[in-house]
């Protein structure tokens, strides 16, 4: 194996064809360097330098291997380089797998905001999964993090989480609709409307149990259309062909034509966890986690 430092003292006396210089260069004295440099070639079976009273300089060989050194060692220090900003956490690559209301809610695009702003240089990679092939990607090491709608288990050996949105739902109804402009809503009002339901692809469970929320709350909703995700159900709103109802977070992507109005007594919310390994081999997962959980928004008011 090579040595660096004789790599260095060699370039040394190789620029300067002198061991004197070389050695005043290099801050040692001339004894131990020409050692070095008669024990480099040695391990190499290579005359690198011609030796006279007046003078050394290199061999033929010498100028070949002097280049090649030169370019290992500024490869070395690249090497080193960017060890140290993986290290820190400057550079290197986050693969990220997540739902579409890690999207439409806005907690992935902020915190990849903050992350870029802060280390330009880190690659990110996205892959749109379910929350089970998320959480088993963490188990095999294949992403860094997961944005699911339902956390590990409590006693989960390898995977830890956090709450990262907690969005409550609002009314979506067609402008123009009776009820807009009402001053209280009552479930008696919306059990007499025809729904847009939203069956996310994600899982049939959330569907379950937002309409089971709906007994809970006083009503069941007779839906007559359903869409696959939120913004779609939007449009159909837009359209004047039912009713819906959006987590808080989407508020700002309703087109026009649709008018929004809280409920107040209606306790189904939205939520979304960040999800990760406990073994976190690299600083930059734990910095996008920290940022993930500083960058999501709390409860707003919204809805008129």
């Known amino acids: 194996m090579l040595d660096m430092r004789q790599l260095q ?10 061991v004197g210089r070389a050695a005043e260069r290099l801050h040692i004295s001339q004894s131990p360097l020409s050692r070095q440099i008669a024990q480099l070639e040695e391990k190499l079976g290579l005359i690198l330098f011609e030796r006279s009273q007046q003078r050394i300089k290199l061999t033929r060989d010498g100028r070949t291997f002097l ?4 370019a290992f060692l500024t490869h ?9 900003r993986l290290g820190k956490g400057d550079e290197g690559g986050l693969c990220i797998g997540y739902l579409e209301t890690a999207m439409h809610s806005g907690v992935l695009p902020r915190a990849l905001k903050c992350l870029r702003g802060e280390r330009p240089a880190v690659h990110i990679a996205l892959y749109s999964y ?10 095999e090491r294949s992403l860094d993090l997961a944005l699911v709608n339902e956390p590990p288990a409590a006693d989960d050996a390898d995977l830890d989480s956090a ?7 609002l009314l979506a109804l067609p402008e123009g609709h009776a ?3 009402q001053a209280a809503l009552t479930a008696d009002d919306l059990a007499a409307q025809n729904w847009i339901g939203v069956m996310q692809k994600e899982s049939a469970l959330r569907h379950d149990a937002f309409v089971a929320a709906c007994a809970k709350a006083g009503f069941v909703p007779a839906i007559t259309v359903e869409a696959t995700e939120p913004l779609a159900a939007l449009g159909l709103v837009a359209a ?6 959006i987590q808080q977070s989407l508020r700002h992507q309703v087109p026009q034509g649709v008018v929004l109005r809280e409920l107040p007594w209606f306790g189904y919310r939205s939520y979304l966890w960040a999800a990760w390994h406990k073994v976190n081999l690299r600083p930059l997962v734990g910095i996008f986690r920290e940022t993930l959980t500083t960058a999501a928004v709390p409860d707003e008011g919204g809805a008129g």
Do not use: C, W
């Open 9 to 18: 003292y060699f370039i040394a006396v190789a620029e300067e064809e002198h």
């Open 67 to 70: 280049n090649e050194a030169k």
């Open 76 to 84: 070395a220090n690249r090497l080193e380089s960017l060890a140290r």
């Open 130 to 139: 379910h929350s089970a092939a998320q959480l088993e990607g963490l188990r």
């Open 163 to 169: 709450l990262v949105l907690n969005d409550p739902m």
């Open 179 to 181: 009820l807009a402009g």
């Open 240 to 245: 004047g062909l039912g009713v819906t109802m």
